[in-house]
């Protein structure tokens, strides 16, 4: 499947499709379909477990990662919803999808849209990264936060990385679509990154085939433990 500035972009997963409506002449860049949030969900797809039985390690090394049942899930810069609505029907679906306020027509857009494939409307809210009274509101610590393709501004990556931590739990963790889109926040952000988590980049044979861009990547980051110093 190839990327295309399509004022629709369809997304296969499981049994469903999800119809995405994008809006690429808007000044803000969470009005289109990113390819990050694409190969994240079909990665998912992959690998996520069709049922409650256990499955062999040897066999699926992601069933335990990607083992849904009964956890809470948030999503950053969630612009038209494909990661959010696309890990609903995987079995997520105790998830909020987060966005700034201008982005919040064509997040409910999409949400409307795909309600005949979801058969419920997403739940969804108005996240300014950083913001702790909207963090706090959103209810965390949560086992999953999602985001794709959210590193492209060097001035919004120290926001970035602070949300990510308030709102993932200690045993929870970040699922990273990614794509370098500024050489200095990419930079940045790698760096607040190995302080706060540790990261393991998914093997490119691992993602979907046909959703396997060359430039993207998805990354499992998971917080690292905070050492006590006696006295504090």
């Known amino acids: 499947m190839k990327f295309t500035d399509s004022p629709v972009i369809e997304l296969p997963v499981r049994n469903s ?15 289109s379909v990113w390819p990050c949030s694409l190969v994240l969900v079909r990665f998912a797809d992959r690998w996520a477990p069709l049922t409650q039985i256990p499955i062999d390690n040897n066999s699926n090394p992601y069933s335990h990662l990607l083992d849904f049942r009964g956890k ?4 950053l810069g969630a612009g038209c919803g494909a990661a959010g609505m696309g890990f609903y029907l ?4 105790d998830i909020v999808l987060t966005d700034i306020a201008p982005v919040m027509p064509a ?13 419920k409307t997403l739940k969804h809210s108005i996240l300014y990264w950083n913001n702790l009274d909207q963090i706090k509101s959103l209810n965390p610590p ?12 060097e001035e919004t990556v ?29 930079k ?3 760096e607040m990154c190995e302080e706060a988590f540790h990261v393991d980049k998914v093997a490119h044979e691992d993602l979907h ?13 998971r917080k690292k433990t905070k050492i006590r110093v006696e006295g504090s």
Request: aromatic content about 10%; glycine content about 6%.
């Open 17 to 31: 499709l999800l119809s995405l409506q994008q809006d690429n002449g808007s000044m803000h860049v969470g009005t």
């Open 72 to 75: 809470r899930a948030v999503e």
């Open 90 to 93: 995987l079995g997520l679906t």
């Open 107 to 119: 997040l409910k857009r999409n949400l409307k849209r795909n309600k005949p494939v979801l058969a």
């Open 142 to 153: 949560f086992d999953f936060v999602l985001a794709a393709d959210v590193v492209y501004i």
């Open 158 to 186: 120290g926001p970035l990385v602070s949300t990510m931590e308030a709102l993932v739990s200690d045993d929870g963790v970040v699922l990273l679509g990614y794509q370098l889109r500024s050489p200095e926040a990419d």
């Open 188 to 190: 940045l952000f790698w």
């Open 209 to 221: 085939p046909e959703y396997a861009y060359e430039e993207t990547d998805v990354y499992i980051l």
